[in-house]
C-alpha cells in the first residue's frame, strides 16, 4: 500500500527539541524527494523544508533555518524532522510530503502528526 | 521571495455554480504551480500540477489555467463533496509558497 505516516507528535515546552518521523511504504523512497509541510491550528499551509532524494540538497523556510533539520534515512525508507529550540508558533500538525514524477508537486501526503508547543 | 496570493479568501455558492479561484504570484513562476485540495481532519490532495494538469481520479468538474503570476482554479457545477478549502503553491524554486487559502462553502 502506497503511503507515509508520520510519528513523533506531542506537547513539548518552548525551547525543547522534538524529532518526526515520516514512514514510506508502496514505492521506491530513495529514487523521490520529500518535504515537510505544516499548518497551524486555524491557519494554512506553510512550507517547511525540501531533502532530494539523495540526502545531498535540503532547504528550509526562513522561519524554521537554523532550527529545524530535515534528513532521511534510504535505508529505513523514512524521513525525519529534528525541531529544536522550538517555539509556540512552531504549534501545528506537521505533514510529510512525498514529489511526483517532476520532482515538483506534492502527489502523495501523510495524515500528519500534531505538534504543540506550550509551558 | 515570491509571495502567492489567493483571492478571494472565502467564497459561499450554490450546487450547480461555476466557482473561480485566483491566485497571483508576485514575480513570474511560468506554469509551476499546483492547486490543493483541503478537508478538515484530512491530508491535502493534488488536484491540478503545472497550472493546468488534472490529476489522475481528479472529476473533471476541476480545471486550471494561467501562467506567469496569474493563475485560476476553476470548478464548473459546484458539488456538495467539494465544500474544502482550496491551496495554489509555488514550484519553481525554494523556498515553496503556499497562498494563504480559499475555503468554499456551499450556500
Known amino acids: 500500500q502506497v503511503q507515509l505516516v508520520e510519528s513523533g507528535g506531542g506537547v513539548v515546552q518552548p525551547g525543547r527539541s522534538l524529532r518526526l518521523s515520516c514512514a514510506a511504504s508502496g514505492f521506491i523512497f530513495d529514487t523521490y524527494g520529500m518535504h515537510w509541510v505544516r499548518q497551524a491550528p486555524g491557519k494554512g499551509l506553510e512550507w517547511v523544508a525540501v531533502?532530494?532524494?539523495?540526502?545531498?540538497?535540503?532547504y528550509y523556510a526562513d522561519s524554521v533555518k537554523g532550527r529545524f533539520s530535515i534528513s532521511r534515512d534510504n535505508t529505513k525508507d523514512t524521513l525525519y524532522l529534528q525541531m529544536n529550540s522550538l517555539k509556540p508558533e512552531d504549534t501545528a500538525v506537521y505533514y510529510c510530503?512525498?514529489?511526483?514524477?517532476?520532482?515538483?508537486?506534492?502527489?502523495?501526503w501523510g495524515r500528519g502528526t500534531l505538534v504543540t508547543v506550550s509551558s | 521571495d515570491i509571495q502567492m496570493t489567493q483571492s478571494p479568501s472565502s467564497v459561499s455558492a450554490s450546487v450547480g455554480d461555476r466557482v473561480t479561484i485566483t491566485c497571483r504570484a508576485s514575480q513570474d513562476i511560468r506554469g509551476w504551480l499546483a492547486w490543493y485540495q483541503k478537508k478538515a481532519g484530512k491530508a491535502p490532495k493534488l488536484l491540478i500540477s503545472a497550472a493546468s494538469t488534472l490529476q489522475s481520479g481528479v472529476p473533471s468538474r476541476f480545471s486550471g489555467s494561467g501562467a506567469g503570476t496569474d493563475f485560476t482554479l476553476t470548478i464548473s457545477s459546484l458539488q456538495p463533496d467539494d465544500i474544502a478549502t482550496y491551496y495554489c503553491q509555488r514550484a519553481d524554486s525554494f523556498p515553496y509558497a503556499f497562498g494563504q487559502g480559499t475555503k468554499l462553502e456551499i450556500k
Open positions: 510530503a512525498k514529489v511526483d514524477s517532476r520532482d515538483r508537486y506534492f502527489d502523495l
Open positions: 531533502i532530494s532524494y539523495d540526502g545531498t540538497n535540503k
